[in-house]
Structures are given as C-alpha cells and as structure tokens.
C-alpha cells in the first residue's frame, strides 16, 4: 500500500521567502501525484497536478517537481505571502489506473507579515 | 468558475441512525468520489464512483456504506447505522480526466 510522507510537518517563514515543501511515496509506480492546500476546517484546493512523464509543472508562484523513480516531489512557493498560509498536501494516484488517490499527513506553513 | 458543492455543511446524529451526504457535482465530470478525514488524520480514500457503478472502494468502505447518483446532478453517500468512529469530515470530490476537484466536505458528528 502506497505510503506518503511529507516534511516537514510545520513550517513558519517570513514573508517573501521563497520555501520548499518535501514529499515522498513508497511505490513510484504513480500515475500522476496532485498538491493541494487545505484551509482550516475546509476543503481541498487542487494547486497542481504533474502527469508521471513530467518532471516540472508551474501555476503563477508555484513550482512542482517530480522525480519518481527515488519516489519525491516537491513544491516550490516563491516570494510567500501571509494568504500562503495553510496546509499543503501531497496524492499520488496509483499507475495501475485506479483513481484514488494516497493524500500525506501534509505540510502546515505559516507565512509571516 | 464551477465547483463541487456538499449538503449539510454539518451533520449531528446519534449512534446507530442512518445518514445520507449530499453531493452535487461539477455539471459536465464524469467520475465522482468520496473521502474522509478524521480530525488530525490523513484524508482517506472511500470508494470512486463511474458510470453508474462503483469502480474502486478501500477497506473502510464496508456493507455500512453505500453510494447513489440518484439524478442527473446529485452524488450522494449513505451511511447505514453509524458508529462513532464515523466522525469525521466527509469530501466529494469530481473529476473529468486526471485532475480532482474537491467540495467542502461535511461535518459528521456522530453521538
């Protein structure tokens, strides 16, 4: 069963850095892997998604990566800001075709003004 | 811009009773799931739903569960007697190819 981790758990910057969120998965045998954030209490936004051929896939200040044969990838955030606050979570879908996905426990970054 | 959207926002029942989570999908996707999130856990697959059938469910997707995609626009979750274990936030999520897009989920508070 595909496990997910990421790290780190909680992470606080000052406004305007640009950070790096991690994510790992036992089996690289994905079909594609989506980022989402998740506000308090709310629903999932879906940020990207990055097909198992691609290794980069951009929206605006967002950057994700994907190296899935040592089973990572990673999100970029450039120049955050204080509305960058929540969590982040990573779901690989499995490449055998199922369409579930395998979410992480995710990343909680705190941006501050 | 179109979005999944989920009925109640908040769901209080006594052990035991059945509910029924609603959901109304982006009008023109073709796939439809659900998933759960107990507080402070990870969000959890339930079951996928296509074609008017179920075509993937996890473990925790037992006999107690059921789905139905009563009309043309409703995607709905019935939990037959619930535990509970069963609180938790419940999500709908479409899809028309490869990307999910989630709802705002459900409250179930089971007493």
């Known amino acids: 069963k595909q496990e997910v981790t990421q790290i780190p758990a909680a992470l606080s910057v000052p406004e305007g850095e640009n950070l790096v969120l991690n994510c790992s998965f036992t089996?690289?045998?994905?079909?594609?892997l989506q980022w989402f954030r998740q506000d308090p209490g709310k629903g999932l936004t879906s940020l990207l998604l990055?097909?198992?051929?691609?290794r980069e896939q951009t929206s605006g200040r967002l950057n994700a990566s994907l190296d899935k044969s040592s089973g990572r990838s990673t999100l970029y955030i450039a120049a955050s800001q204080p509305g960058d606050s929540a969590t982040y979570l990573c779901?690989?879908?499995?490449?055998?075709?199922?369409?579930?996905?395998?979410f992480g426990t995710g990343t909680r970054l705190t941006v501050i003004p | 811009e179109p979005e999944v959207t989920q009925t109640p926002s908040h769901q209080v029942t006594q052990m035991g009773q059945e509910v029924i989570l609603r959901c109304v999908p982006i009008?023109?996707?073709?796939?439809f799931y659900w998933y759960r999130q107990i507080l402070g856990q990870k969000v959890e697959f339930l079951v996928s739903?296509?074609?008017?059938?179920?075509?993937?469910k996890s473990e925790i997707f037992d006999d107690q569960f059921s789905v139905e995609r009563p009309d043309g626009s409703n995607f709905t979750l019935k939990i037959r007697s619930t535990k509970l274990e069963d609180s938790a936030m419940y999500f709908c999520?479409?899809?028309?190819?490869?990307?999910?897009?989630f709802g705002p989920g459900t409250r179930l508070t089971v007493l």
């Open positions: 779901a690989p879908r499995p490449g055998t075709g199922a369409n579930n996905l395998f």
């Open positions: 999520a479409s899809s028309v190819s490869s990307t999910q897009y």
């Open positions: 089996d690289s045998a994905i079909y594609n």
């Open positions: 009008s023109n996707h073709l796939y």
């Open positions: 990055i097909q198992s051929s691609q």
């Open positions: 739903f296509y074609n008017n059938e179920i075509s993937e």
